[in-house]
């Protein structure tokens, strides 16, 4: 597959190139390859976007990135602190589109779930995206842009030089439907010249894009996540609409070629718990035959109800039974914990209505984009 970057149609961004495309767009322009990797430094690690700042570099380049690659960052719109830390921030893109993106801090680990579209096409019937309708695809430079921005902003809140240790492209949009930006942004998020983040620390979400994951297959080893939610066509047809066009045994074929290329890995499964709907012993049962010889984890997401809705969540012991009966078949099943449920940061819970949201923010800790409101202080 090639990645898709527009040489000499400045102005260019560099944020989302990968090392390559970065190291060949530099040639283009007259310079040494290598210094793909002092701009990635710079950038990425440091932290920093000002081309001036970039002493190794000389200044007649300096000039010239500053005339033909501005760096262009999303930006804060409105910025979110939950009772448990949890972070989101509204997003704007392109001086219009808003997108979310949420941090989750836990003991050794902070996971920034960012967007990979405006918006989603996939019309998921429990997901709060999918009812604004699909807008378009990110860029790698606004896909990147959220892991710059989110480490840039969390580094001044004094979580630390490296805050964001895992990303999850589990925001808004379906990631493989915008597999030319989303590839090259992982890309960049796992070169150790950019944000040094290892294969099993970047997880990339389906709904299942069959045609899409053979591509993932191919072209990026990385960690793998399979929106579920029930394992019989006729229930997932109206959860998960995508398996009408790509229904169980095509998706559960494009997982097996996955486990082919990356022998040692495991899809994680992800299973939203709705009352009545897909939480009973039948449906575990189906969920056990399904995955029965893949090497699966699965994770059950107690559902987040949003204005609107009418699917429930789970009550807490059928969840527990659910775990249960799937762990006593041997497949590993844990329970996601829910996240920022008061600033509406959980799973499923991703849309980008400014007004709407700024009304709902009575218990929220709220702050505008002035980055010094959070004094430093050591989180882990
Ligand atoms: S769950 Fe994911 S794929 Fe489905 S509509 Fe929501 S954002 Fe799109």
Redo the contacts with the bound molecule.
């Keep these: 597959m090639t990645d898709v970057v527009e040489l000499n149609s400045p102005p260019v961004s560099l944020l989302g190139m990968n090392r390559r495309m970065l190291a060949d767009w530099l040639v283009s322009q007259g310079e040494k390859p290598f210094r793909a990797q002092q701009l990635m430094q710079w950038v990425h690690q440091r932290g920093v976007i000002d081309y001036a700042q970039m002493t190794d570099l000389s200044k007649v380049l300096r000039a010239k990135l500053a005339s033909l690659a501005p760096i262009r960052l999303p930006e804060v719109k409105v910025d979110q602190i939950a009772d448990d830390d949890t972070r989101k921030w509204l997003l704007e893109v392109d001086g219009g589109n808003a997108i979310e993106m949420v941090f989750i801090p836990d003991k050794n680990r902070g996971t920034l779930c960012i967007s990979s579209?405006v918006g989603?096409?996939?019309?998921?019937t429990?997901?709060?995206?999918?009812r604004q309708g699909f807008n378009r695809n990110l860029t790698s430079d606004e896909i990147v842009g959220q892991v710059w921005l989110a480490q840039h902003l969390l580094r001044l809140a004094g979580w630390g030089e490296k805050p964001v240790t895992n990303v999850v492209f589990?925001?808004?949009?379906?990631p493989l439907l915008n597999v030319n930006h989303v590839f090259p942004a992982a890309d960049v998020l796992m070169d150790d010249w950019g944000y040094g983040l290892s294969k099993n620390r970047v997880t990339i979400?389906?709904?299942g894009v069959t045609p899409a994951m053979d591509m993932l297959s191919e072209r990026l080893d990385v960690s793998l996540a399979v929106?579920l939610h029930a394992a019989n066509d006729t229930l997932r047809d109206v959860l998960?609409p995508?398996n009408q066009k790509y229904p169980l045994n095509e998706l559960m074929v494009a997982c097996r070629r996955y486990l082919q290329a990356y022998p040692k890995r495991h899809i994680m499964f992800e299973y939203v718990m709705l009352k009545g709907i897909n939480d009973s012993t039948k449906h575990a049962k189906e969920v056990i035959t399904l995955l029965q010889g893949l090497s699966a984890k699965v994770n059950l997401i107690p559902f987040n109800p949003f204005p609107g809705t009418d699917y429930q969540t789970s009550a807490w012991d059928v969840i527990l039974a659910f775990q249960n009966r799937l762990m006593a078949s041997g497949l590993q099943t844990n329970v996601r914990r829910t996240r920022g449920e008061d600033i509406d940061a959980a799973c499923?819970q991703?849309a980008g209505d400014v007004a709407d949201r700024t009304k709902r923010s009575a218990s929220i800790r709220q702050t505008t984009v002035k980055f010094d409101r959070h004094a430093p202080r050591d989180k882990r």
């Design positions: 579209q989603c096409a996939l019309a998921c429990f997901c709060m995206t999918a589990m925001g808004m949009g379906e979400s389906t709904s929106s998960v995508i499923g991703l």
